[in-house]
């Protein structure tokens, strides 16, 4: 099946700084989601990004399909970005599974 | 509008017991799925729903059973807990399995089996 690689595990920030979070895959995708975990453990949908850019506030996401990677930025960080960021991706090959990878652990420090 | 509603949001079982883990999304969403969570192993799908009728077992099957009488419910349900069976549970859905559609979580069971 399709394998998600993720990086950095974890990554520690001062409040204000940008950061950005990768995702690799290891066949084509028709289906590329981001989340974020809170330390309450509530999982929210970030962005849902096959391919191309988007932008919601200071979070922006790109995924080049053609080379397997998708990449989440954080600009101006805030200590409520701290968390889990997690990867998902379907395959092209007709499955219906959504293949989560082991996310990026964030923290950001006052 | 709710969203993804799962109970409970905590329970404590001993071996060998069973129990049902309820699921329930009021979008009408045609995929509904279960994960669980556990330290460093990222979410990992348990089974999962295309539609009323229809399901099909994820990566970590083994130990738990499903069905989908209803679009709106997708109880998980454990026949013999086992320890290994610790975990913290999701149940998410989406509007289309087809691919283009985000997938909304519930707010999570953590389990614990003594």
């Known amino acids: 099946g399709i394998q998600v690689e993720q990086s950095p595990p974890d990554l520690i920030l001062q409040e204000g700084a940008n950061s950005t979070l990768r995702c690799n895959f290891s066949?084509?995708?028709?289906?590329l989601q981001w989340f974020h975990q809170n330390p309450w453990g509530q999982l929210i949908n970030l962005f849902y990004i096959p391919s191309g850019t988007k932008q919601n506030g200071r979070l922006s996401a790109t995924t080049v399909a053609t080379e397997r990677y998708s990449l989440l930025y954080i600009s101006s960080s805030q200590t409520t970005d701290s968390g889990v960021y997690f990867c998902?991706?379907?395959?092209?090959?007709?499955?219906?599974?959504?293949?989560f990878g082991k996310g990026t652990k964030l923290t950001v420090n006052p | 509008n709710a969203g993804v509603t799962q109970t409970p949001k905590f329970q404590v079982l001993k071996t060998g017991q069973s129990m049902t883990l309820q699921c329930a999304q009021d979008m009408n969403h045609e995929y509904m799925s279960w994960y669980r969570q556990d330290p460093g192993m990222g979410l990992r799908l348990i089974h999962y729903?295309?539609?009323?009728?229809?399901?099909d077992q994820g990566e970590v099957p083994n130990g738990y059973n499903v069905s989908r009488s209803t679009t709106e419910d997708f109880p998980l349900r454990l026949l013999s807990a086992a320890p290994s069976q610790t975990s913290v549970y999701f149940c998410?859905?989406?509007?289309?399995?087809?691919?283009?559609?985000?997938?909304?979580f519930g707010s999570g069971t953590q389990l614990s089996v003594l």
């Open positions: 998410a859905s989406s509007y289309s399995w087809s691919g283009v559609s985000k997938l909304f």
């Open positions: 998902a991706v379907r395959g092209q090959g007709g499955s219906e599974k959504l293949v």
């Open positions: 729903s295309v539609g009323a009728g229809i399901t």
């Open positions: 066949d084509s995708v028709n289906n």
